[in-house]
């Protein structure tokens, strides 16, 4: 598909249990995010990527959060220690860049991420 | 406080009527400006950039103030599938891929 794409859907998991979130980008977008968003708020700005690096990391909310995005493409966002308050839908988005003109993201659909 | 507000709503706006709510943000340095369209348990999808002579894509106008620091958002002859949320994002100029999110502005549009 040409859109965003996010593995898996839903993630449902024990408190204290490690997660891996995938986010897979439109085809030649450099940039690319991550949000998480809670209901009834807006998307909150986790971090983002230009390229294999990672250009902002400051709303990572602390070291329990990591992303990597190895090659440039596909991104992992992974929650060592989950704990109830994690429970929110995680968004990806990419761009084709993130320069002024550049930054129109398109998200993916999300993994609502449940911790019990 | 947060650095993108808008007035959560809802607008209650009668099907072919018109309605407008602005966003405000406190960053000065915000470069870049966006409208975002999101339908409930769904992703937010771009609606417009805003740019800052203003711009008009068909029903849609988005206005930026940046002496006052907010952007406008009208939508005219209203139609039941513009029932969303309509989340404001900006972007700041030393971290441009650092978009904030207003929590947005709930549009119901009734028959």
């Known amino acids: 598909g040409a859109g965003v794409s996010q593995t898996p859907s839903n993630k449902v998991t024990e408190k204290g249990k490690y997660v891996e979130l995938r986010c897979d980008p439109i085809s030649g977008h450099t940039a690319l995010y991550w949000y998480r968003q809670s209901l009834g708020q807006g998307p909150e700005f986790l971090i983002y990527?230009?390229?294999?690096?990672?250009?902002?990391d400051s709303g990572l909310p602390n070291d329990r959060f990591f992303a990597v995005r190895p090659e440039g493409s596909v991104s992992t966002l992974k929650i060592q220690r989950t704990e109830r308050g994690d429970s929110a839908v995680y968004l990806c988005a990419s761009s084709y860049g993130t320069s002024r003109e550049g930054t129109e993201a398109f998200f993916g659909q999300g993994t609502r991420l449940t911790v019990v | 406080r947060k650095e993108v507000e808008q007035d959560p709503g809802p607008f209650n706006v009668p099907e072919g009527a018109t309605v407008a709510f602005n966003c405000t943000y406190s960053n000065s340095a915000s470069q870049s400006f966006f409208w975002y369209r999101q339908d409930c348990r769904k992703e937010p999808k771009l609606l417009m950039s805003?740019?800052?002579s203003g711009n008009e894509d068909g029903r849609f106008t988005a206005q930026l103030n940046r002496a006052s620091q907010y952007i406008s958002l009208l939508i005219r002859d209203s139609k039941l599938s513009d029932s969303a949320t309509y989340l404001c994002v900006v972007g700041r100029g030393d971290s441009w891929g650092k978009l904030q999110f207003g929590a947005g502005t709930q549009v119901v549009v009734t028959p």
């Open positions: 805003v740019y800052s």
């Open positions: 990527f230009q390229g294999t690096g990672a250009a902002d």
